[in-house]
């Protein structure tokens, strides 16, 4: 079997056989300038090291200050997060979407359709928060999203991840279902995220069918749905929906 794609060997499990990656030399994704690092120096220190803290102190400011001390500076530094513990989720959220061109890169030969590459894209993005030893806490980080003043960032950032995945599996459209795919894949993102959490199967198994459940009525909704305020009115649903699997009372 020829490489479906390449991840970075520090993954602490396997995809499923279904879609397993093998080493592979080709890559198939640059950037024409790179982009800037999410955050300055100083505070990019004290996240990464605050974030360490989180599986055994949670998304909270005890991790933040240990973080600034682990990195060298004093408590107060953590001043410099006027959005206090849910900065940590954010800067989570930010490295591990701007990570996945580095961690999933899909050889030309492999032969998997845009909807597998991005199936894959999604099952590498929630097996990041295992890596980082966040997965137990992701509850937390969800109700932290949830919270009113949260929602505009956290849906900023679900949208581009979507974006971002979209265009790692090599989608072109720019026509308007440049919109539909990322609605859709932003609100199933979030379902699958939610149900992630309370997943207890090996290797997130039930994660990834319950995954591939929703793309698939996706497509279906999708080739139905061709007439414009029928679309308008199953985002509306989509996006109610991603809400709520995030904790708001709509």
Do not use: C
């Amino acid at each position: 079997m020829q490489p479906l794609l390449r991840t970075s060997t520090r993954r602490l499990f396997q995809p499923s056989a279904s879609i397993r990656p093998l080493l592979s030399t080709r890559t198939y994704y640059s950037y024409e300038t790179p982009l800037p690092p999410p955050y300055p120096p100083t505070e990019t220190a004290i996240l990464s090291s605050a974030l360490l803290h989180v599986p055994s102190s949670g998304w909270t400011p005890q991790s933040l200050r240990q973080g600034a001390r682990d990195a060298g500076y004093l408590d107060a530094s953590t001043n410099l997060f006027p959005k206090a513990e849910f900065e940590l989720v954010l800067y989570h959220l930010r490295t591990q979407r701007l990570g996945l061109k580095e961690r999933v890169q899909f050889a030309e030969e492999a032969g998997l359709g845009v909807t597998g590459k991005v199936s894959a894209l999604v099952m590498e993005r929630l097996r990041g928060n295992v890596e980082v030893g966040v997965q137990g806490r992701w509850q937390e980080a969800l109700g932290l999203m949830s919270l009113a003043g949260n929602i505009p960032p956290s849906l900023r950032e679900l949208f581009l991840l979507a974006d971002e995945m979209w265009f790692l599996a090599g989608d072109e459209a720019v026509d308007s279902s440049w919109y539909t795919k990322r609605a859709t894949l932003s609100s199933i993102y979030a379902a699958t995220e939610t149900y992630s959490t309370t997943d207890k199967s090996t290797d997130f198994k039930d994660t990834e069918e319950f995954l591939n459940r929703r793309l698939e009525e996706a497509r279906v909704v999708g080739g139905a749905y061709r007439n414009f305020r029928e679309w308008i009115g199953f985002q509306g649903v989509a996006t109610v929906n991603m809400a709520r699997n995030w904790g708001v009372r709509i």
